[in-house]
């Protein structure tokens, strides 16, 4: 059967099963846009190819299925690098076709040309120009197997405008003819049965265990396999920004989010221990502070997927290059047959104690609104959390909201908490939520973001509210670069350079009905419930509510960009305990 490379790479897309693309047509993508019109894919048509970007990444959070986007060459592409390094550095799993000038006018600097392979190398897991017609359905499934296996990530075609209108001889590649074409692509998922072996004796001698727990958890869909290891192990739970709701927040073995902005138990937890059993984390710096001081007494156990991980920033004393579902349950099994032979697991009852003394003693804590105060942030985020329904998918953008989002929203399922971790981007929770709700239409999605992270995506609401796509806004709104501002008053003295936003500039309601959005204002702490309630009642169109709150809250505990974890900062009702921590 002949086809054009435009049918082929529609049809491609058909057989892996994508049910929605997020894009913006032009000049040299057009071609693919065509065969889209009789297609059973649905195609979301974004405002800024940015938005196309986050809006994947969010459906991928969420649904565990490569996001899908397709823009054309030149600026389109180079709107298209922040979605790809911020998948890249959280392993979402997306693939991206953009389109390039014809095959015979690159070079040349022809209209709308860049060098997308060359930009986008440092930031996709694979990415590949297409030379002919004929080569399109095998790097389609290249693309799809590779953004999916191993450590996912994203993956970038890159389609001239030429090998779209070529003709070409229809075919689709088995699964075995995709693995002989990439023969030097073999991520490893079996862990080594020795290490693993090392690794349940290690977790069974030891008397102040944590378990470290990342992402890779969520990617690895092995959430069930760290309860029941968990659970048979009596040991604690920390779980990293990516990997909120990976462990039920409410388990009682759940210390939560450790590190730079977590709560004191967590961090001191993962300083104190003896053992950290590492699965899915990378010792990212917001984690570990300052790397040579971090858990000094402790022995790594490093589960990964991705061998490059190893060692990079801790040297583990036994690594496992494997699947964490796969290598979890292994270690499950080890500690098990071990228990049944009579070996008996030292006593972590002391440790036990000393974990539930700190959790006592500092919690996460503010100083909540007198009559006549400015509206805490923290308190709106509680009367969300409390209010929302059941499974409610949360997304943030990034700054101190992000930060108060994972500490006071409870996650007891994973896949409800979307949100950009390594590369920090600001502008990404509002297409991300659209992305995420396109995925679970089913849920509510609620988007926490900060009035500056706002203003950078926004216009992708008309996106929402065209398509129907019934999101809920929560802008925590400071009038400021809240989490700079932080920084400046805390370590510049309280100059505050470049980071005041305008308080009525814009009008966020007015911003909000002009993209065809429900906008609510609120000043008071009187008025959250009522606009939360109404909020939660519209599901015909997305929401905005503007909380205006107040600018001189920040977010504690804190532990300052290059001091010991052992340095962290307390709320000031707090630092006077603590002296505990040790």
Known sequence: MKITGAQALIKSLEMENVEVIFGLPGGCILP?????????????????????????????????????????????????????????????????????????????????????????????????????????????????????TGRPGPVLLDVPKDVLTNS????????????????????????????IREAAKLIMTSERPVLYVGGG??????????KELAELTDIHVVTTLMARGAFPDSHPLCL??????????????????????????????????????????????????????????????IPIVGDCKQVIEEITKEIRALMAAGELQADISAWKSRISGWREQFPYTYEPSLPGDALKPQFCLEMLRDNAPEDTILVSGVGQHQMWSSQYWRFDKPYTWVNSGGLGTMGFSVPAAIGAKVGRPEATVWAIDGDGC????????????????????????????????????????????????????????????????????????EEVLPAIEKANSIDDRPVIID????????????????????????????????????
């Open 454 to 525: 706002f203003q950078m995506t926004a216009q992708e609401l008309v996106t929402a509210a065209l398509e129907r796509i019934p999101v809920k806004i929560a802008i925590l709104n400071n009038s400021y670069l809240g989490m700079v501002r932080q920084w400046q008053e805390m370590f510049y003295e309280e100059r505050y350079s470049e980071v005041y936003l305008s308080p009525e500039v814009p009008d966020f309601v007015k911003w909000a009905e002009a993209m065809g959005c429900i906008g609510i204002r609120v000043d008071s702490p």
């Open 168 to 195: 070409m001889e229809w075919y689709w590649p088995t699964d075995q003819e995709v693995r002989d074409s990439l023969p030097g692509y073999r991520p490893n998922v079996k862990g080594h049965p020795r290490m």
């Open 256 to 317: 939560g989010m450790p590190g730079m902005h977590g709560n004191a138990t967590a961090t001191t937890a993962l300083q104190r221990s003896d053992l950290l059993i590492t699965l899915g984390a990378r010792f990212d710096d917001r984690i570990t502070g300052k790397v040579s001081t971090f858990a000094p007494e402790a022995k790594v156990i490093h589960v990964d997927i991705d061998p490059a991980e190893q060692g990079k920033v801790r040297k583990p004393d």
């Open 547 to 582: 909380f205006r709150v107040d600018a001189r809250e920040k977010v504690f505990p804190m532990v300052p960009a290059g001091a010991a974890n052992d340095d962290l900062l307390l709320p000031e009702s707090q630092m006077a305990n603590k002296r505990f921590l040790q």
């Open 217 to 226: 958890i969520l990617k690895a869909r092995a959430a069930a396999a760290l």
């Open 32 to 148: 693919a846009y065509d065969p889209l019109l009789d297609s059973t894919i649905r195609h979301i048509l974004v405002r800024h190819e940015q938005g196309a970007g986050h809006m994947a990444e969010g459906y991928a959070h969420v649904t565990g299925r490569p996001g899908v986007a397709m823009v054309t060459s030149g600026p389109a592409a180079t709107n298209m690098v922040t979605p790809l390094c911020d998948a890249y550095l959280d392993s979402i799993p997306m693939v991206v076709i953009t389109g390039q000038v014809a095959t015979f006018a690159i070079g040349t600097d022809a209209f709308q040309e860049c060098d997308t392979l060359g930009i986008t190398r440092s930031v996709t897991k694979h990415n590949e120009l297409i030379m002919t017609a004929d080569d399109v359905p095998m790097a389609v499934r290249q693309a799809f197997h590779i953004a999916t």
